[in-house]
């Protein structure tokens, strides 16, 4: 049985405003960015989230912010 809870998720963001987990998910291509969304909705809602999706979100954080920092440390 699945249950819902209600948790918030919310993005840090630096004291000018700027939000890097926001600015990272824009970077994404919109594939990718659908699905961590979707993931981060069951983080809010469900008691317990299944670990395949936590594992494959991990996985493909993990390869496009290791892109995304190289990008941004280049300019």
Same mark, same amino acid.
């Given at each position: 049985m699945?249950?819902?809870n209600v948790r918030t998720i919310e993005f840090y963001r630096t004291e000018t405003g700027k939000s890097p987990v926001e600015e990272f998910l824009d970077s994404l291509p919109d594939k990718h960015a659908r699905k961590v969304t979707w993931v981060l909705r069951?983080?809010?809602r469900l008691?317990?989230?299944?670990?395949?999706?936590?594992?494959?979100i991990i996985e493909l954080? #993990?390869?496009r912010c290791k892109d995304y920092i190289q990008r941004r440390? #280049?300019?």
């Amino acid at each position: 049985m699945l249950t819902y809870n209600v948790r918030t998720i919310e993005f840090y963001r630096t004291e000018t405003g700027k939000s890097p987990v926001e600015e990272f998910l824009d970077s994404l291509p919109d594939k990718h960015a659908r699905k961590v969304t979707w993931v981060l909705r069951l983080v809010e809602r469900l008691d317990f989230v299944p670990k395949q999706y936590l594992k494959k979100i991990i996985e493909l954080t #993990k390869r496009r912010c290791k892109d995304y920092i190289q990008r941004r440390t #280049k300019k």
